[in-house]
């Protein structure tokens, strides 16, 4: 059941992506000789007026062929994609990425109007030593408000602490029960490490959460607007993460995954439920198209860069120069792709290889 939903969720992102080249082609008068899915051999295949659609046995890509799309086999006719001005062929290729970008936006709209679990702001447990248990907090109260400012939910109780500036008390009402309470907290200061590699300083008290989840729904224009920032925030952290990583200051091996960590995540990600799974895809959704905009050979984005430069020049590259740029690319491509295979097996299943072989 998880190798079928994890090639229902690479097509849907895929077909996504290439349905948004085919209709852009296709609006600009190009014409479209090839829509596959998959690579490797053809499993099933149909031709409609001047397109071949076609399904092929590995699920891990797929394209849009397009008449006259490089130089070798460009004719001049004009339905062909070198007869279109660069703004024209600068739609086919963008439009692909801004699907898969607005499919990621559309699922975290509706992941917030449908609603997602969320741990309560009730203590679960308290760490000797620190503020909270010395305030005298205890496991089951529940915490509605810092210094005035209303809580419900953890993350929004544990952003409230970690911003607080250090040496502090904090004030948090508490409910115990049906008794309400006062309690100033000393905050402690310690280093943490965030999503993207970065030791930051943050406020804590000592306290973990109980297992109280409750379902968290926001009206359609809430969504809307909290899908927006969701989506901008991920952004910002992907390409931030991306500059780390090119700079140094975050580790690679560490921080990318291939389609056996992707398989690993879809199988945890269905374990627990719809809305999991629907956020899952939503981030993948918006990783490819971020990751497709990069301005590598082969990707969406050196595509972008070489209509770039064409329009600066005011002519295209030359056939050899095209066939150079995209043997890098490719050659990139399928470092890459070994790279990331090899480090989620070893990440996945390296201690299981070694007790086999240590037998």
């Known amino acids: 059941m998880s190798l079928l939903i994890f ?5 849907i992102l895929i077909i996504v992506h290439e349905w948004g080249h085919f209709m852009a082609a296709r609006r600009v008068g190009v014409r479209v000789e090839t829509f596959s899915l998959g690579f490797g051999p053809v499993l099933f295949k149909k031709k409609k007026k001047h397109t071949e659609y076609s399904l092929s046995a590995i699920p891990l890509g797929g394209y849009v062929k397009l008449a ?7 004719k001049g006719k004009p339905d062909e994609y ?7 062929r600068f739609q086919i290729i963008f439009a692909g990425p801004l699907l ?21 702001s009730k203590v679960g447990g308290l760490i000797d030593g620190l503020g909270a248990k010395e305030a005298g907090l205890v496991a089951g109260d529940k915490i509605i408000a810092v210094d005035g400012r209303k809580v419900e939910f953890w993350e929004d109780l544990q952003i409230a602490i970690q911003k607080r500036k250090v040496p502090n008390l904090v004030n948090l009402s508490v ?26 300083k943050v406020g804590i008290i000592g306290i973990t959460p ?20 969701k989506t901008l ?20 091996k560490e921080s990318v ?11 945890k990600a269905a374990g627990l439920g719809i809305i999991p799974l629907l956020h899952l895809i939503a981030v993948l959704s918006i990783s490819l198209a971020l990751f497709n905009l990069l301005p590598l050979p082969v990707l969406d984005g050196g595509h972008i860069v070489l209509l770039g430069l064409e329009k600066i020049r005011g002519r295209t590259i030359g056939i050899k120069a095209e066939r150079v740029i995209m043997q890098v690319g490719i050659s990139f491509i399928i470092f890459l792709a070994i790279f990331v295979t090899y480090n989620d097996i070893v990440r996945l299943y390296g201690d299981k290889i070694q007790k086999f072989f240590l037998k």
């Open 100 to 120: 898969n970008y607005i499919l990621g936006f559309l699922l975290l709209w509706l992941i917030f109007f449908a609603g997602y679990p969320s741990l309560t």
């Open 210 to 229: 109980f297992d109280e989840v409750i379902t968290v729904r926001h009206g359609v224009a809430d969504s809307f607007f909290r899908a927006i920032n």
């Open 257 to 267: 995954t291939g389609p056996l960590g992707i398989f690993d995540i879809t199988s």
């Open 175 to 200: 409910m115990r029960g049906s008794k309400p309470l006062s309690l100033d907290v000393r905050i402690e200061e310690r280093d943490m490490d965030d999503p993207l590699g970065q030791k930051r």
């Open 7 to 11: 090639i229902l969720i690479l097509g």
């Open 68 to 74: 006259g799309d490089n130089l070798e086999e460009y």
């Open 82 to 88: 070198f007869s279109k001005r660069p703004g024209e």
């Open 233 to 252: 925030e991920f952004t910002y952290i992907t390409y931030k993460g991306l500059w780390r990583m090119i700079t140094g200051k975050l580790s690679f």
